[in-house]
């Protein structure tokens, strides 16, 4: 091996110990820099023979050639090592699942509500809403509950600054809506014409001091009401009958009415069904209040009740949502519990 052959063998073998591209140029000024050793050969030339010169010369840019070469190979084998571990520790997993967004969904007294709310409008019954703070009058005294009537201690009420009270039902929407349709309506009515009838159901939330496994200290009611010239507890059955059937998905129902009472109502009836299959099977279990609307409460209305008659009822949502979907305790509806909630997910 010859003095330029030993220095490429020399060059080869200290580029590849060269772990990093910085030390890789510093072992190229070894060689290539203005005191390496190529470029001291060809410093040598100079005390040579033209001839020798032109044969040596040529045999050291040979070499210089052949040590660029493998400078240049080295500085990319670098470089390549240095991306391959860039994207070794960069790794992406494409095959891991995607991160979603949370998908939220409505709540299940909220989906009963809906669903009540389509049934009744399917038979013409508008849909109304109101204040869940309510004054005495709307919530008891227009409701045939004066002050002193024992009925108001059925309903354990919470009391507001200024005599007001959280509703503690619905029913009060009876009156409120009432009374906007017959202003609505007044010169009609004024002129002696037909006025349309009242058709209204109002959903919403309802409070009480209560609480257990079937009570909760808010829970929600849907109230309903038809007033005209002759609507009848017929009418009332019917209605009733073909909303549970719908709500249900089954004509598999039976309905009862069990006399009962309520101030604003004269008779009033406890409204049960019982399912003639399934796990509650031959039980009857009681789905609401209704009655023909009392004359009082017509009166009330801003209405003559020897010309107009309907009637009322009440509804619990949150009793209907657990009887549809099979859930036992109320508690579990506002609990915000999302292991509950995500099951009704639609
Ligand atoms: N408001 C009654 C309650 O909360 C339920 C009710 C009964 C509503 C009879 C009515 C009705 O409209 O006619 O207990």
Redesign the pocket.
């Given at each position: 091996m010859n003095d330029l052959d030993t220095l490429v063998s020399d060059a080869e073998r200290e580029f590849a110990a060269a772990p990093t591209p910085a030390e890789l140029e510093n072992a190229k000024a070894r060689y290539l820099g203005k005191a390496g050793r190529v470029t001291e050969l060809l410093k040598g030339l100079a005390a040579l023979t033209p001839e020798d010169k032109k044969t040596r010369g040529a045999a050291i840019n040979q070499t210089k050639q052949r040590v660029e070469a493998l400078l240049q190979a080295r500085r990319e084998a670098l470089a390549e090592a240095e991306l391959q571990a860039q994207l070794k520790a960069e790794a992406l997993d494409v095959t891991l699942p995607g991160r979603r967004r949370g998908e939220g969904g409505l709540h299940p007294v909220s989906l009963s509500i809906e669903r009540i709310e389509a049934i009744f409008g399917s038979m013409g019954f508008a849909v109304a809403d109101g204040p869940e703070i309510e004054t005495d009058w709307f919530n008891f005294t227009a409701?045939n509950t004066p002050e002193d009537h024992p009925a108001r201690s059925?309903?354990d009420t919470f009391y507001v600054e200024g005599g007001n009270v959280l509703r503690?039902?619905?029913?009060p929407m009876?009156v409120r809506h009432a009374v906007q349709h017959v202003r609505d309506h007044a010169d009609k009515i004024a002129r002696g014409e037909r006025m349309p009838e009242i058709r209204v159901i109002a959903p919403g939330r309802?409070y009480r001091v209560d609480s257990d496994a079937t009570h909760s200290p808010m829970f929600h009611?849907c109230?309903?009401?038809w007033i005209g010239e002759s609507v009848s507890f017929a009418d009332l059955k019917a209605v009733l009958a073909d909303f549970f059937a719908t709500f249900f998905e089954t004509t598999d129902l039976q309905l009862r009415f069990r006399p009962?009472f309520?101030p604003?109502?004269e008779p009033?009836?406890e409204v049960d069904i019982a399912f003639a299959s399934g796990p509650l099977k031959g039980r009857w279990l009681e789905v609401?209040?209704?009655?023909q609307?009392h004359p009082n409460v017509v009166r009330n209305f801003g209405l003559d009740a020897e010309h107009y008659i309907g009637?009322?009822?009440?509804l619990g949502p949150d009793r209907l949502t657990m009887l549809r979907y099979g859930v036992n305790d109320l508690r579990l509806f506002f609990d915000g519990d999302l292991r509950f909630l995500s099951q009704f997910r639609v």
């Amino acid at each position: 091996m010859n003095d330029l052959d030993t220095l490429v063998s020399d060059a080869e073998r200290e580029f590849a110990a060269a772990p990093t591209p910085a030390e890789l140029e510093n072992a190229k000024a070894r060689y290539l820099g203005k005191a390496g050793r190529v470029t001291e050969l060809l410093k040598g030339l100079a005390a040579l023979t033209p001839e020798d010169k032109k044969t040596r010369g040529a045999a050291i840019n040979q070499t210089k050639q052949r040590v660029e070469a493998l400078l240049q190979a080295r500085r990319e084998a670098l470089a390549e090592a240095e991306l391959q571990a860039q994207l070794k520790a960069e790794a992406l997993d494409v095959t891991l699942p995607g991160r979603r967004r949370g998908e939220g969904g409505l709540h299940p007294v909220s989906l009963s509500i809906e669903r009540i709310e389509a049934i009744f409008g399917s038979m013409g019954f508008a849909v109304a809403d109101g204040p869940e703070i309510e004054t005495d009058w709307f919530n008891f005294t227009a409701l045939n509950t004066p002050e002193d009537h024992p009925a108001r201690s059925m309903h354990d009420t919470f009391y507001v600054e200024g005599g007001n009270v959280l509703r503690t039902h619905t029913s009060p929407m009876q009156v409120r809506h009432a009374v906007q349709h017959v202003r609505d309506h007044a010169d009609k009515i004024a002129r002696g014409e037909r006025m349309p009838e009242i058709r209204v159901i109002a959903p919403g939330r309802t409070y009480r001091v209560d609480s257990d496994a079937t009570h909760s200290p808010m829970f929600h009611q849907c109230e309903g009401l038809w007033i005209g010239e002759s609507v009848s507890f017929a009418d009332l059955k019917a209605v009733l009958a073909d909303f549970f059937a719908t709500f249900f998905e089954t004509t598999d129902l039976q309905l009862r009415f069990r006399p009962s009472f309520f101030p604003f109502t004269e008779p009033s009836a406890e409204v049960d069904i019982a399912f003639a299959s399934g796990p509650l099977k031959g039980r009857w279990l009681e789905v609401g209040g209704c009655g023909q609307v009392h004359p009082n409460v017509v009166r009330n209305f801003g209405l003559d009740a020897e010309h107009y008659i309907g009637f009322a009822f009440g509804l619990g949502p949150d009793r209907l949502t657990m009887l549809r979907y099979g859930v036992n305790d109320l508690r579990l509806f506002f609990d915000g519990d999302l292991r509950f909630l995500s099951q009704f997910r639609v």
